[in-house]
Structures are given as structure tokens and as C-alpha cells.
């Protein structure tokens, strides 16, 4: 009965720390990518300093929120990521790879381009972005129109609470509305703050009656989600390249929006992004709700209080097993 029990316990504590693993996956979902419309050849000089710059990028994210690379070499190539600020290391590293991951199978070839997921951000180019602010907005959606709880009028206090905050990440609430910014390493606390305002800017003007809302732009981007957590409508915006959000997007110029605002996929000319090559986005096809993760990190900390408990009681039952084969 004992080895019955034991291998219950042992059993449970595999599907406690399975479903601990599942409640990481939001962090690698996908937001939008761009691709210049620049190729590479392979095996030249700028293909090799693109694996060289993934790489490196790639193997520090486990122990730094936020890393750069600028190639030695005469192709003037610079990568950057940013994983959210307040995550742990293991989480960005496991995010960077993700990152990494997609914007190879995305943009093969191309000379510079941009993934973000959930909680990371990694970009590569030679059209020397970094230092360099950029608003442009990249990609905008909002919830269903919120309920008769004041969303509306909370909304400004928790947008304000981020505008006025320091450091890359930040974070304010007001009534039932949480608010979360944050901005790539390479800007400055004022550089960050007139960032993070464009983006409430964004979220104000196109979300401000909705329960929920993500802005993403050049160099940051800003999110807020009510005790509503409803999903968001039909259309409300969408991958743009000429920082004008639209119902089935944009794209820098030549560029294409691929599952944009609405439904279906739109290819639509624009103005260009302004930040050294063109985009051509492609954002969720699917949204789903806009909710901070922190409830799923709770999650995996009560999974992983949980099985050490089972593991406890798991030893004490070898223990007793081994003590009656003693007496016996």
C-alpha cells in the first residue's frame, strides 16, 4: 500500500509540475514580426554576422533582461532583445530562443527584422536603430467595450502612473484597471516616458471605453486590462507601417499586414515606419484576451509549492516503507 501510494504521489507531482510548464507558454505567444524587404545572400560576410548576433543574443537571455550586439564588421549590423523586466531570467531566456526561433523562420534572408512575443522582444538590422527613439506604431488592438465599472474613468490615472514611473518597465493600477508598460534597453528614463505617452496616447484615443488594450510601438509599448478581462471585438486596429492605426492595418511601403485589424488579410501600401527600412507586419491572427500574466506566474509558484509538499510526502512514505522491512 505504501509503494501504492508513494507512486500516486510521485504521479500527481509530474502533473502539478506539467501543468506548471503549460502556464509558461503565454509568454512565447505571438504579437507581430516585420522583415525588411533587403535580402542577404548566404554565405557572405552579413549572413554570417546575422548568425553571429542571434546567437549572442540568444545566450545571454538567460541572465540579463536586456542585451545589445554591434557586429565588428564593416556591415554595420546591430541586434538588441528585451524580455519583460519584471520576469524572471529563466523565463526571458526561454522567450529570446522563442524569439529567435520565429524571426529566422519569418524573415530568412532578410537584412533586418523584428519579432515580439509576449514577453520579449528581439530585432536585427544595419540601419543603425539603436539609441534611436521610435513611436511609431507597430501594432494596436482593444477589448470589447467595457461594462458600466469605470474602466473609463481609471484608465487615465492608471496610464499617468506609467508615464511618470522610471526604469524600462512599469506598472500602475487605479479602481479595476491594471496598467503595465515597457520599454527596449537602449532608451533613456525621458526618452522611455515620451515613449510609454504615445502609446497611452494610442490606448486612450482607440481603447478608451474598452476593457482591455495593447499598444506596441518602435521602442515600446503599453497594456492595460480591467477586472472585466473581456476579449476583444472584431476590429479595432491593427499592424500599421505609417503610425496610423487602421482597420486592416498597414504596412511600410511594399509591405504587407498578413491577419491585420478585421478578418482576412490585408495588403495595403503605407507611408513607411520611419525607423531605417520598411515592415511588412504580421500580427495575431487570433487574439484572445489581453490580461497580464501574473496570474499564470502565481500559478506556476503554487504548482511548484505543490509538488515539493508531494515530494515530501512522497519520502516519507519510502521511509516507513523502509523502516516495516526493517521490523520484518
Known amino acids: 500500500m505504501s509503494w501504492f501510494l508513494a ?15 503549460g502556464a509558461d507558454d503565454d509568454y512565447t505567444a505571438f504579437v507581430y514580426a516585420g522583415c525588411s524587404q533587403a535580402r542577404y ?50 523565463v526571458c531566456g526561454v522567450c529570446a530562443k522563442a524569439a529567435v526561433t520565429k524571426l529566422s523562420s519569418l524573415c530568412n534572408s532578410a537584412a533586418g527584422g523584428a ?26 488592438k482593444c477589448g470589447a467595450d467595457a461594462d458600466a465599472g469605470g474602466v473609463a474613468a481609471s484608465l487615465d490615472t492608471a496610464l499617468a502612473a506609467l508615464q511618470s514611473g522610471s526604469g524600462s518597465f512599469r506598472a500602475g493600477a487605479a479602481g479595476n484597471v491594471q496598467a503595465m508598460a515597457q520599454c527596449v534597453g537602449d532608451l533613456g528614463d525621458k526618452a522611455c516616458s515620451e515613449c ?21 510601438l518602435g521602442k515600446c509599448y503599453a497594456r492595460f486590462w480591467s477586472g472585466s478581462n473581456a476579449a476583444p471585438g472584431n476590429d479595432n486596429g491593427g499592424g500599421v507601417g505609417n503610425g496610423v492605426s487602421g482597420g486592416d ?14 478578418n482576412g488579410v490585408g495588403v495595403v501600401g503605407g507611408a513607411g515606419p520611419g525607423n531605417g527600412y520598411p515592415y511588412g507586419f504580421v500580427p495575431r491572427t487570433t487574439y484572445g484576451d489581453v490580461s497580464d500574466g501574473s496570474g499564470k506566474t502565481i500559478a506556476i509558484i503554487i504548482g511548484l509549492v505543490a509538488a515539493v509538499a508531494i515530494l515530501i510526502i512522497f519520502l516519507s512514505f519510502l521511509r516507513r516503507a523502509r523502516n516495516l522491512d526493517g521490523k520484518s
Open 7 to 21: 507512486k500516486t504521489a510521485l504521479l500527481a507531482a509530474l502533473l502539478v509540475l506539467q501543468c506548471a510548464r
Open 41 to 90: 545572400a548566404p554565405g557572405t560576410e552579413y549572413a554570417a554576422d546575422v548568425d553571429t548576433a542571434l546567437s549572442s543574443l540568444t545566450d545571454s537571455a538567460g541572465s540579463t533582461p536586456y542585451a545589445k550586439y554591434t557586429s565588428p564588421s564593416t556591415t554595420q549590423l546591430a541586434g538588441l532583445y528585451q524580455c519583460r523586466s519584471d520576469l524572471p531570467a529563466a
Open 115 to 140: 519579432v515580439q512575443l509576449r514577453a520579449c522582444f528581439v530585432r536585427y538590422g544595419n540601419d543603425s536603430f539603436l539609441g534611436k527613439q521610435d513611436t511609431t506604431v507597430l501594432f494596436k
Open 196 to 216: 510609454v505617452a504615445a502609446a497611452a496616447s494610442q490606448l486612450k484615443a482607440g481603447c478608451g471605453k474598452a476593457s482591455a488594450g495593447e499598444a506596441y
Open 249 to 262: 492595418g498597414g504596412a511600410g511601403a511594399g509591405g504587407t499586414v498578413v491577419g491585420g485589424g478585421g
